[in-house]
């Protein structure tokens, strides 16, 4: 807590030269209290259960957030705002380092979500995972991909939908522990817990970012009215999909660094039932 409340204060007041370099400290508080949070409710956590391995997550969360990065060249929908020119290399590093947070500030406050266990999804059926409609779902996050680029002023909420339709079905298939693999199971608290503790963790973003320089703001096409600080009040409905997005890039990743010979790579525990390798957890 000290140190989002030392970052939050440097950023706001514009103390420069640091005010430029608090974003990544500024999250990492807010992982480390949230993270803190969650082994009081639960007795394990992310770091209680990985401790220096789940950096991992923050390696993790780079290439991830690059993928939207890209996107966003299709649709133009946020622009960052600099309080100098850094020059190409160094912006790329200061830049990776910011997105770093991304990946465990998402997986962080989703199991904060699941520790209340939230059921309101529990009656929805299975969803079907053979390999015939696991290709039906790749080949539809791809044709979200297409439909973005030719119609990026209509088409551009697909981005948040594209990644995990195109990446999940890969986990799935392999056997990593999926969004698909819950849903299969009739487990859709993945979903909530993931959109739900996405949402808070995108108030937070949106909210230290409103006075912060460096910033972001948004040019959403059809949206752009009644503002929550820099976003518009529709755009939030787009961290509800990007937590599974983040899940999605974080099993497969999981599966293949584990195989390389990763050792214990972190757990994430965002579902009501644990994973297909998790343990069993108290939850309060």
Not at 6 to 27: E, I
Not at 198 to 207: A, R, V
Not at 242 to 255: D, H, I, N, P, S
């Amino acid at each position: 807590m000290l140190l989002v409340g030392v970052c939050w204060t440097v950023s706001w007041t514009h103390a420069r030269p640091y005010s430029d370099y608090t974003f990544f400290p500024l999250w990492l508080g807010y992982i480390l209290t949230v993270d803190s949070i969650v082994e009081w409710r639960t007795g394990t956590s992310p770091i209680a259960r990985s401790g220096w391995r789940v950096a991992w997550l923050f390696v993790l969360s780079v290439p991830l957030w690059w993928v939207f990065e890209l996107l966003n060249r299709l649709v133009g929908n946020w622009v960052y705002h600099l309080p100098r020119d850094y020059g190409r290399m160094t912006r790329f590093l200061l830049s990776s380092v910011a997105f770093s947070t991304v990946m465990p500030a998402v997986l962080t406050t989703a199991e904060l979500v699941r520790s209340f266990r939230l059921d309101w999804l529990r009656a929805l059926p299975g969803m079907p995972m053979s390999r015939g409609w696991l290709a039906g779902y790749h080949l539809a996050g791809w044709l979200m991909v297409l439909a973005t680029a030719l119609w990026p002023g209509y088409a551009f909420p697909l981005v948040w939908l594209a990644l995990v339709f195109i990446i999940d079905p890969i986990g799935t298939a392999l056997g990593a522990d999926s969004v698909g693999r819950h849903l299969a199971r009739r487990d859709w608290s993945i979903v909530l817990n993931l959109g739900l503790g996405t949402l808070l963790c995108g108030f937070f973003w949106e909210m230290w970012n409103i006075r912060a320089m460096p910033k972001w703001t948004y040019d959403i096409p059809h949206v752009g009215w009644l503002h929550i600080f820099e976003m518009p009040i529709l755009g939030y409905g787009g961290y509800l999909p990007f937590g599974l997005e983040v899940y999605a890039f974080y099993a497969l990743g999981r599966w293949v660094l584990t195989r390389a010979g990763v050792d214990r790579f972190p757990l994430a525990q965002v579902a009501a039932t644990p994973g297909f390798d998790q343990p069993e957890t108290r939850l309060l």
